[in-house]
Structure formats: C-alpha cells, structure tokens
C-alpha cells in the first residue's frame, strides 16, 4: 500500500499541472499545440503500460508512476508553450473574477462526480461485494471511446461558447448550443444505442464469457451515459453565462435527494438498483439544468454581459437597455 500512496501522489500533481497546460492552450485556440500535449501525455502513458505490461512487470504503483512520468513530461513542455501566456503582470481582479467563477466549478466536480455517481458504485461494493464495482469497471470501459470526444468537448464547449456569447450575446450561444447538440448528440448517443442493442456480443467480444451475462446492465449504463453527456453540453452553456453557483446548487440539490433513493434502489434491486440510481441522477441533473438554462434564456438570472465581457447587474443592465448596440426587453436581446 505504501508504494501506492508515494506514487499516487506524484501522479496527481504533474496530471493536474498537464491539466493547467492544455487548459491554456484551449482557452487561446491552439488546438495542434494541445493536440502535440495530449498526444505526449496519453500516448505516453499507454506505451509505457504496454512495455511493463510485455515485460511482465507492470504492477499498480508502476502503472502510476508512469502516468506522473508522462504527464510530467508534458507538463514541463506545455510550460514552454504557454510562456508567453505567463509573462504578463497578475491582475488581482481578474484573480478575484476566476476564484468567484471556479470555487462553484470546484464544488460541483466533488459533489457532481463524486456523490452522484462513484458513490453508488462504491455503495453498491459496501453492500454487495467487491464484485460489483468489478462489473460496473467492466461495463464503463465499453463506453471509453465516448469519453475521448467528451473530455475534448467539455474543455472546447465552455471556452466556444463564451465567445460566442461576447461577440454575439445570448443569441449567437444558443445558436452555438444548438450547432452543438446536434452534432454531439447522434454521435455519442448513436454509440450508446449501438452499445445497448448490441451488449450481448459485445461484453462477450471483450471480456470473454465471464461477463457476457450482463447485458441488461450494459443497456441501463448506456442510458445513464447518453444522459451525461447531454447534460456536459448545457453545462457548459451555463459557465459561458457564469452560473457556476447556480450549476453547483442543482447538482447539490439532486445530490442530497438522489443518495437515499439510491440507497433504497441498490437494497431493493442490486447491481440493476446501483445503475439506477445514477440513471434517475442524471436525468434529473439535465433536466434541471435545461431548467436552468431556459430560466436564464429568459431572464431569470437578472444578468448579461456585453460584447466587451463584462457582466451587467440589474440596474446596468437596465441602464444598458438604451445603449445602441444592445436592445433589450426585459433584459433579453432581441
């Protein structure tokens, strides 16, 4: 366990430092450097693996210490990319701007990722047997290509909207939304609906007999990802309005309603009942945050924020009203 631990730690910081980098560099629209960052940090770490895995040799703490290595290694060039980024003088109100902004994000990653969805499974090991996060492993490993697109749109769509929105306002980004949608959702909704018809075979295809009697689990965790990823598209619309405390208290909300009818569901019904559960937590966290977001479509949030990105209160926006370049009623462009 000690090995573990001493590399774990390592492995977090240089990943949360690459992490930084690439951040950066999708926030300055430099795709083929961030593309150049990734493809040194995973590929990396894959070819690694692989070679501890050929050898015979690989072992969890030198799994992670290969995930620190490669992701230290591209940390350390993403610091050279982002040089120039870095040069300019600290703004304190922009420091204050972005904690304001990212204290909520922060808070809803912990309780969004952690409380409505591992928990169940670690819930549903507690109470089942180890067995069950086994399976659910299993399961969630079908679905990684999807992640590979997702984690790439959760760090483009919130950037590709704010701009949108200063350049464009409320308009231009529910434009973008919907272009958005309607490019995602087929793609990793059509994967989810191939996964579920086709969940037999495929478990059976990766993983042998062994767990090629989990089909009907297979089909739930495909409705619960195709949810997720719908709800990471309007989040990020709700960032690019600066909502963030708004996305966090939906999710907290949810959070506390959803873990002791999750509870009950994994007693009642088993491993179905942890899938369940994070099924009713994802329908329920689109559906509030498509709440959310129609709420702020129509004014609801009293906020808006010109061309030159900064935010208007209620009494600037009202002020703003009559300025030339924005027509407003009740505080909605037209």
């Not at 430092?17 to 450097?33: C, N, P, S, W």
């Not at 591992?118 to 079908?142: D, S």
């Not at 009818?261 to 007693?267: E, K, P, S």
């Not at 209620?314 to 009740?330: E, H, K, Q, S, W």
């Amino acid at each position: 366990m000690a090995p573990l631990l001493l590399t774990l730690a390592p492995s977090i910081v240089s990943r949360q430092l690459q992490e930084f980098v690439r951040r950066i560099l999708y926030t300055e629209g430099r795709l083929a450097a961030a593309f150049v960052n990734d493809s040194i940090s995973y590929g990396g770490q894959a070819l690694a693996i692989a070679a501890l895995w050929w050898l015979d040799g690989l072992t969890a703490p030198l799994a992670l210490g290969a995930v620190a290595a490669a992701s230290a290694i591209a940390a350390a060039l993403g610091g050279w990319q982002i040089r120039g980024s870095l040069a300019g003088r600290i703004d304190p109100s922009v420091c204050a701007e972005n904690w304001h902004f990212g204290k909520w994000l922060a808070a809803t990653e912990v309780v969004g990722t952690w409380l409505s969805g591992w928990f169940f499974v670690y819930l549903g090991a507690a109470v089942l047997g180890r067995a069950v996060a086994a399976i659910l492993g299993a399961v969630n490993t079908i679905f990684g290509p999807t992640r590979v697109l997702a984690y790439a749109m959760d760090a483009v769509l919130p950037i590709h909207f704010a701009r949108s929105q200063a350049v464009g306002g409320r308009a231009a980004l529910y434009a973008q939304l919907k272009a958005a949608s309607l490019l995602a959702v087929p793609l990793l909704g059509g994967y989810c609906l191939l996964v579920a018809i086709f969940a037999e075979p495929l478990m059976r295809l990766v993983y042998g007999e062994k767990y090629a009697g989990n089909a009907s689990l297979v089909a739930l965790y495909a409705t619960c990802t195709c949810f997720s990823y719908v709800t990471m598209i309007i989040t990020a619309a709700l960032c690019a309005r600066r909502l963030t405390r708004l996305v966090f208290m939906n999710q907290l909300c949810i959070s506390l309603i959803a873990t002791p009818v999750g509870c009950f569901l994994i007693l009642t019904l088993g491993i179905h009942g942890v899938v369940l559960s994070m099924i009713a937590t994802s329908l329920a966290t689109c559906l509030l945050s498509w709440r959310a977001y129609r709420w702020d479509l129509a004014g609801g949030s009293h906020l808006d924020v010109r061309a030159d990105g900064r935010a208007l209160g209620p009494i600037a926006l009202a002020r703003a009203c009559t300025d030339p370049p924005l027509d407003c009623v009740g505080g909605i462009e037209q």
